[in-house]
């Protein structure tokens, strides 16, 4: 025979397993990681490199800007993505 | 009868009824009511990826100067291409060829029509655009036929294999959506992994000449005193090419008279295998339907040419989405060692084919 109490105690424990199973089927997934994309820009007469934003219509060998150092064209390199970092964030 | 037990008697009745639900099914009758919910809840998600889409590819073709782009939009997800007949396989890559020639350049001319002041460089962004939104426009409508078709028939096991494999769908659905981004931009993505391989080896050495062949590029090249044909993709646009009908060209043209031929690809990788990894092994490295992929097998088949293949290896969604440094780091690695290789494999003054195979987008 179940008395009254052990009856609540079972659906109280029912209840508090589905939340606990809702809470984790919810539960935050790990974030992707976000990715920006960078081209690394090559001056044709010293070498000098620099990373900068990509722009859009940009394409690797394109000469994009002058040379901070000594004033040369510099040609786009390469052009990749790289993880956000949390420095990004702030 | 005075003094009723009610709690055994809920509990009694609780069993009872959970009983019957399980004698006639109507617990399958939740359970499915709880799967559609749970299916249509990311249908929703990919209906509104696709419009999300639908609108960015609008956009972009307005600011190109485009009156009413969603009727070419509508006109192009639903475009489609049968499959030739394969119980006959008789000439089935001339006849797949044919059609898959038919459906590129028509497509390729109904976007030239619309937008006829605009750059070959833009257009080709418009196309693969397209094609993204109208991969996403199939996944949704076939999800959306099985997920009907099974609440109509009562077909359980039909609707549990969909919603087992929804987060996969999803997942693929999630890679398009974002790739769509690179390709409206022009960035390199994975996949640009072999042409920008075979880019280096042109920026490299000295050119020789120089010739464009149905949107792939022959470069000849002088490096490491051997004589290397360069094939890629004409870029910098959104372009794979035809790298095997023109390497099967070239293999003629120079009368079979080629020490080795090297392609080079992204792959995809494993679960559990590291992105960027290298792997050389021997066949062609390319990943079209069949008749680029048999133009090589048997170009050099027929003068016994040594075929090697060079794969980095991505994911998915490292291939469709921009490179990542870590890919972009391999190329560098595998454009030595394709050196390595010419030189391991071949003497002094050879003639040897490179072809990067795979979309050039954002290299030249
Ligand atoms: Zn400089």
């Known amino acids: 025979m179940i008395d009254l109490e052990t009856l609540i105690i079972l659906i109280v424990t029912a209840t508090i397993m589905l939340i606990i199973l809702t809470y984790l089927e919810f539960r935050k997934k790990p974030k992707k990681p976000e990715y920006i994309t960078k081209e690394l820009l090559e001056c044709i007469k010293c070498n000098y490199r620099l990373e900068q934003d990509f722009e859009p219509g940009d394409f690797i060998s394109m000469y994009k800007r002058k040379c901070p150092r000594c004033g040369g064209l510099m040609k786009i390199k390469a052009i990749y993505a790289v993880e956000k970092s949390f420095k990004h964030h702030i | 009868m005075d003094n009723i037990d009610w709690p055994t008697l809920i509990f009694q009745m609780i069993w009872i009824f959970l009983l019957i639900l399980l004698f006639t099914g109507g617990n399958q009758k939740i359970q499915m009511k709880l799967w559609s919910i749970d299916i249509r809840n990311k249908l929703k998600i990919i209906r509104k990826y696709l419009e999300d889409d639908q609108r960015k590819i609008e956009n972009y073709m307005r600011n190109l100067g ?98 087992l494999i929804m987060p996969q769908i999803l997942r693929l659905v999630e890679t398009y959506h974002e790739s769509l981004d690179p390709f409206l931009h022009g960035k390199p993505i994975g996949d640009t992994a072999g042409a920008y391989v075979a880019y280096r080896l042109v920026e490299e050495g000295e050119i020789i000449s120089h010739k464009i062949v149905e949107d792939t590029s022959i470069f000849e090249v002088r490096l490491d005193d051997r004589r290397i044909y360069v094939i890629k993709a004409k870029g910098p646009g959104s372009n794979v090419g035809r790298p095997g009908i023109v390497l099967a060209q070239l293999v003629e043209e120079l009368k079979g008279n080629v020490d080795l031929v090297i392609t080079v690809d992204a792959a995809l990788k494993l679960e559990g295998e590291k992105r960027g990894e290298i792997a050389e092994g021997v066949g062609a490295a390319i990943g079209d339907p069949g008749p680029e992929k048999i133009a090589i097998e048997r170009a050099t088949t027929k003068y016994g040419i040594p075929l090697k293949a060079l794969v980095i290896k991505m994911g998915l969604d490292d291939a469709i989405n921009a490179m990542k440094k870590e890919i972009y780091e391999a190329c560098e690695r595998t454009y030595e060692y394709v050196r390595k290789l010419i030189k391991e494999m071949t003497k002094p003054s050879s003639t040897v084919i490179v072809a990067g195979i795979g979309n050039t987008i954002g290299v030249p």
């Open chain 2, 66 to 163: 485009m009156d009413a782009p969603s009727i070419l939009v509508k006109r192009i997800i639903n475009y489609f291409t049968i499959e030739p007949v394969d119980i006959e396989p008789t000439d089935i890559i001339k006849r797949m060829d044919h059609l898959i020639q038919t459906s590129e350049r028509t497509i390729k001319k109904i976007i030239a029509d619309q937008l006829p002041d605009v750059g070959v460089y833009e257009r080709s962004l418009v196309e693969t655009g397209l094609a993204i939104i109208s991969v996403i426009n199939s996944i949704y409508k076939v999800v959306l036929h099985y997920l009907l078709t099974s609440e109509k028939e009562h077909n359980w096991v039909l609707l549990m294999q969909l919603q």
